[in-house]
C-alpha cells in the first residue's frame, strides 16, 4: 500500500512504520526547524529532541482529532513542548552538582588545610626566636598584613620604633636561617 496525504494518519493509527517515514519526509524539516529554534544553543541533543519527537507522535497519535487541528500544527506542538522538556532537563543537570566533584573540592580543602597548617608551623618556628614583643609585630605586620600606622594606633609605638624592631628581627631571623642552613 502506498502511503500518501490521504491516508498517512490512518496508517499511523494502525503503527505502519512507512507512514511514520511519510512523516519525517513531509514533516520533518518544520519539526526540526520547531526544534531548533528552543535548543539553538545545544546542537548535541537537537537529533536525540527530533528522534523522542517521532516517538511520542507514534505514542499518541491515537490522541490527534482531525477535527480540533491539522497534523502539522498537533506535530509542531509536540515538537515545541519536546524541546522545552529538554530545555528543563538540561538546566536541572547544570544545577546538578557531581559527587565526583565535591569530592574534588573536599581533597582541595584538605590540601589546603594540610598547606596552611605548615605555613603556619613554619612561621612559629622562624618568629620563635624572637621576643614575645616583636614576634607580635611581625605577626599583625607580615600575617594580618596590617599597615605601619595601624598597628601604631593599637600598640602606641612610634612607627620609627616598629621600623626598628622589624628591622632588627629580620636581621635576628636571617642569622638564625644561616646558622640552622650552614651556610
Known sequence: MKIGEKNYIRQLQLHNEKALMYVIDAYGGLLMAVIRKHLFSLPERQEECFD?????????????????????NWAAAIARYRAIDYLRQYQRELTTVSIEDTLIVREDSMLTGMIEKEISEEIEKMLSFLKPSDRELF?????????????SEETGMKREVIYNRLSRGKHKIRRQYRTERGV
Open 52 to 72: 523522542d519527537v517521532l516517538l511520542k507522535i507514534w505514542q499518541n497519535i491515537s490522541d490527534f482529532d482531525e477535527n480540533k487541528n491539522s497534523f502539522k
Open 139 to 151: 605577626l599583625k605586620i607580615y600575617v594580618e598584613e596590617k599597615t605601619i600606622e595601624q598597628v
